[in-house]
């Protein structure tokens, strides 16, 4: 029979270098993605230590420092607040809202901005927090 060298047993191996390359570009991007994510508004969130992390929605009703209502950080009047969120969820299978209102504000205010949304048509609305450290 002919040998060829075929049956020469080798260390054959799987090139990790453009793996690793391409880890390392994703890693670069959700970080500085990250970055991006968060608010615009200065809001400063209350701690809980219950929160969850969950997916951001469309819509965001954000309530800063100075009690002014903004709905996907554009400033919204009192007035406006029920018909510009009707707007956005009249489209929508999920009708779920974050809220977003700086420890500073009276609960009075939140709940009037929540009840607002109900009767726009929310469905869920969630409270966003601040992670606590544990203690």
Known sequence: M????ENIPEKKHIDMTPMIDIVFQL????????????????VSLPEASSSIVKEETDITI?????KQIYLNN????????RIEIQKLLEN?????????????????????????????GAGDISVVTEKRDPE
Not at 2 to 5: K, T
Not at 62 to 66: F, G, K, T
Not at 96 to 101: E, I, K, Q, R
Request: net charge negative; proline share 5%; no cysteine.
């Open 62 to 66: 954000s309530i800063d420092n100075s």
């Open 27 to 42: 890693l670069i991007f959700f970080l500085l993605t990250s970055i991006y994510a968060k608010p615009v508004l200065p």
């Open 92 to 120: 929508r299978t999920d009708k779920s809202v974050h809220l977003m209102a700086d420890k500073t504000v009276d609960f009075g205010r939140v709940i009037d901005v929540m009840d607002r949304a109900k009767q726009a």
């Open 74 to 81: 554009h400033l919204v009047p009192d007035s406006q607040l």
């Open 2 to 5: 002919i040998d060829f060298g």
